[in-house]
């Protein structure tokens, strides 16, 4: 691989107009096609296999003309203190205003709260349920800026009034996280290349690369059904390995031309060592995202397939791109300090004597000296942080997350308080009586039972569908929509169906509450396997990139700690509420239930590319003869400070994220920002140096069957080397001296 990666990047140097010049027609021709592409259409939260989802067909397939997955919002009335909603001039308003609702576009059915019974007990609030003939993702701006315009003139008289449900729009955050998370990449990458020059190049290349996947993915979202979601996360992920690609190679380049390479040479050598770590670690990130199809949820799986696609795309740009933009940028490249400065004078052996340590060298010679010390407390801090996760609870988020100046958020406050929490989150209760012989009895004896289930508020009238053998009941808990006790009635429900096998029918719970505990269920039975994936297959990757079993066995297991690290800090801050105001949690609650999956899919892929970095450099220095305790020195020479700059340019941008109003947003950025820190300094930093002292030359056994049976993947550039390169490489590198 490294000779093929050799011929790459000299290629790509010596033809560096032409590379750059089809690279920007690529960026522009998918510009053009996202351009010209048709509008998204809406898009589907199908989650097949679970019952909610069942039951929603059902719906669909017995009750004509209703749909299941129609938006809904509902529209909450607060009288002024000292009022009542039931005040004849009150009672007018929320009357002309339930008509006008039901008079606006795409409306299927409105409520009035005082003939449905939705006025509060001390007669000061009420609410009207509007129901529309599309799902929220087909519902059109018209009809929501109706529903705007309507409470906007409710709220004249004097009422409050509110509004939450699918048919409203969370708040579109702004782009400031991308844009300071940018600001700090540019920041690091100055300090750690010292280059105007050099600290743009990763930044213009991983810009590039973001720009086509996620233009292609716009122009290809009508054809796959992929929402908003597929593309903010594509351009997350191609940002973040674009950036470190990039860095990892002009970081080579650079200590190439140290060494006294010419300019070609220099880039055939940085892609023939830097550019096989980049592939390896991209494969890693890859399989993390393809493996997400494991999960069965054709969202995550789109979301994955293309966040992938990105990946590749940043790999491909850092193997061609960034050595034709080295060659444009001549000798500028350099580091400052490095332009004028001699280079190291060579030994007998052609060997050059290495330079004086920097701060990464002392620090893996600090380690080393106390292995057993050092990986006692690092493990120790670790297993404490995670303790939090053995009480880790999964839900996923529901209005009461959403920012306390949005109308949801209020919305959902109003309910809680005049109604009750379970209000916030109704249960559909779907009764299939078409094998009994008394449909109406069947379905009578099934509320009677549910009526006295523990937490269960109010159960509503049966509506029963033209046929008669299909019921559906709405059944209000006592607990919060995402609370453990709102999970228990759901469980305790479905229990009750026995009621109805027993009759020839069958019970389904259905409705969002419902949706999102099926939801958090299936990504949980579905985290083990999907770990098992990834692990199992990057295992056998850095077996081939490391020859060696105990080194990838030793990344896995440090992945693992960071996880369950990361996750014991997740739930301490946003379950427990540890230091909530500080980071501005006010709802501390259960965990967004995709979480685990995502750190474990993201964060992997990311750990992977600092362990092959590292590990690759110090593999790089034990065959070529060093003993394995001063390879581990010379490894992190060469490679910390790139891997510090990696690292803290991946912590600003998810951290960026933790400005954010939604919690969802928030969790999502804290736990990335947290696991990168863990993984990057006290993990691969830490660990890693004091577990490969410890273990010394046994680090890089490998048996000799496996060995021999096993392809030969040259990472570290063994073929490059001025000893053993192969001749039509000596022979260019000659002519180019000369």
Request: net charge negative.
């Amino acid at each position: 691989m490294a000779a093929l990666l050799y011929r790459l990047g000299r290629f790509a140097h010596r033809r560096r107009h032409l590379v750059v010049l089809l690279w920007i027609s690529v960026l522009t021709l998918a510009g053009v096609a996202a351009a010209r592409a048709p509008a998204a259409g809406p898009t589907s939260f199908a989650m097949p296999g679970t019952e909610s989802q069942r039951a929603y067909d059902l719906i669909d397939e017995r009750f004509e003309g209703q749909r299941a997955d129609g938006a809904t919002a509902r529209v909450v009335f607060e009288a002024p203190e000292g009022s009542r909603i039931t005040d004849p001039a009150l009672r007018d308003v929320v009357s002309a205003t339930v008509d006008a609702l039901a008079a606006g576009p795409e409306v299927a059915q409105v409520t009035d709260p005082f003939e449905a019974r939705t006025v509060s007990a001390d007669r000061s609030a009420a609410y009207a349920q509007v129901t529309y003939e599309v799902s929220g993702t087909e519902l059109s701006e018209r009809s929501r800026q109706a529903l705007s315009d309507t409470m906007a003139k409710a709220s004249r008289s004097g009422m409050t009034v509110e509004a939450g449900g699918a048919a409203l729009k969370g708040e579109r955050g702004s782009h400031a996280a991308e844009a300071v998370g940018l600001a700090v990449a540019a920041v690091v990458l100055l300090i750690t290349l010292g280059s105007l020059l050099a600290a743009g190049l990763p930044l213009v290349t991983a810009l590039i690369g973001v720009g086509i996947g996620v233009c292609s993915i716009t122009a290809l979202a009508s054809a796959f059904a992929l929402d908003s979601t597929t593309s903010v996360l594509a351009m997350m992920l191609g940002l973040a390995v674009g950036i470190d690609y990039a860095l990892f190679i002009v970081s080579r380049y650079r200590s190439e031309l140290a060494d006294g390479r010419l300019p070609e040479d220099a880039a055939g050598r940085s892609l023939g060592t830097a550019g096989s770590t980049v592939i390896f670690a991209g494969l890693t990130v890859v399989i993390a995202l393809a493996g997400l199809a494991v999960v069965d949820i054709p969202l995550l799986t789109k979301m994955g397939v293309a966040a992938a696609g990105t990946v590749i795309l940043a790999v491909l740009v850092a193997l061609t791109l960034v050595p034709a933009l080295l060659g444009v940028a001549g000798g500028r490249i350099k580091a400052p300090r490095a332009r004028n400065k001699p280079t190291d004078p060579e030994s007998a052996d052609g060997s050059r004597t290495p330079r004086a340590s920097n701060t990464g060298g002392r620090w893996a010679s600090f380690v080393i000296r106390r292995p057993v010390a050092v990986l006692a407390v690092g493990v120790a801090a670790l297993c404490t942080l995670a303790v939090p996760t053995a009480s880790m609870q999964l839900g996923l988020p529901d209005e009461g997350s959403q920012p306390v100046t949005s109308t949801q958020r209020k919305a959902y406050d109003l309910i809680s308080e005049h109604f009750g929490p379970g209000f916030n989150g109704p249960l559909l209760v779907v009764a299939d009586a078409r094998g009994s012989d008394d449909p109406k009895r069947a379905v009578g004896e099934l509320t009677t039972v549910m009526k006295d289930i523990d937490g269960v508020a109010t159960v509503g009238p049966p509506r029963f569908n033209d046929a008669g053998d299909t019921a559906v009941i709405t059944v209000i808990p006592a607990s919060r929509p995402g609370g453990a006790e709102t999970e228990a009635v759901v469980h305790a429900i479905r229990e009750a169906g026995d009621v109805m096998n027993g009759d020839g029918g069958r019970l389904m719970v259905s409705g969002g509450t419902a949706m999102n505990i099926d939801v958090s269920q299936k990504l949980n039975d579905a985290l083990l396997p999907y770990l098992a994936l990834v692990v199992g297959l990057a295992f056998l990757l850095l077996i081939l990139v490391f020859r060696s079993l105990a080194v990838p066995l030793k990344a896995a297991l440090g992945f693992l700690l960071s996880v369950a690290a990361s996750l014991g800090a997740v739930v301490a801050v946003f379950q427990w509420g540890w230091l909530s105001s500080l980071l501005g949690v006010t709802d501390p609650g259960p965990v967004m239930s995709m979480m685990p999956i995502f750190m474990v899919g993201i964060v992997f892929g990311l750990a992977m590319d600092y362990e092959v970095f590292l590990v690759t450099r110090i593999r790089e220095a034990y065959v070529s003869g060093r003993t394995a305790r001063e390879a581990i020195t010379a490894g992190f020479r060469h490679s910390a400070r790139v891997v510090t700059a990696a690292a803290l340019i991946m912590m600003a941008v998810f951290a960026g994220f933790m400005g954010a109003d939604e919690q969802m947003v928030k969790t999502i950025g804290f736990g990335l920002a947290v696991a990168v820190f863990i993984d990057a300094f006290i993990v691969r930093m830490t660990l890693v140096p004091a577990v490969l002292a410890l273990m010394g030359d046994k680090a890089w056994w490998l048996p000799r069957r496996l060995d021999s049976v096993l392809p030969h993947i040259d990472v570290e550039g063994d073929d490059l080397r001025v000893e053993g390169e192969p001749e039509e490489f000596a022979a260019l590198a000659h002519s180019t001296h000369s």
